[in-house]
């Protein structure tokens, strides 16, 4: 098949994955304006901070679009890109540092946030 024609189905199937099970994000790249992006967030429980009474931290996983903003991004700065969501559904919006990239491909960034 045509690579152009596996690119437009790639970009086509993530689009629509985001726009029917995503959520909406801030996207505060390093040195840039902020802009929202629809996103998958997989949120994890927190962990207890040792050594610390009552600290706990937390590692999110969010899948964006790996597109030409404003859909998505086409570069990610690991340890300078930041991300705002609510750490749980309904709860007020945190910032998140993009700590690890440990995927991505022509349609999908997978990032580590915490």
């Known amino acids: 098949m ?3 024609f596996l690119d437009h189905l790639s970009h086509d199937a993530i689009s629509t994955f985001l726009a029917d099970f995503g959520e909406w ?3 505060e790249p390093y040195k840039e304006e902020p802009h929202k992006l629809l996103a998958l967030i997989e949120r ?6 040792p050594g610390l009474t009552g600290a706990s931290s937390y590692k999110h996983e ?15 700065q690991t340890g300078k890109d930041a991300v705002w969501f609510a750490n749980r559904v309904g709860g007020k919006k945190e910032r998140f540092i993009v700590m690890k990239v440990p995927e991505n491909d022509q349609g999908v960034w997978l990032l580590e946030v915490g």
Do not use: L, Q
Not at 62 to 76: D, T, Y
């Open 2 to 4: 045509p690579e152009d």
């Open 25 to 27: 994000i801030e996207f």
């Open 44 to 49: 994890d429980a927190a962990t207890k901070i």
């Open 62 to 76: 969010v899948m964006i679009a790996n597109a030409h903003p404003p859909a998505g991004r086409r570069a990610i």
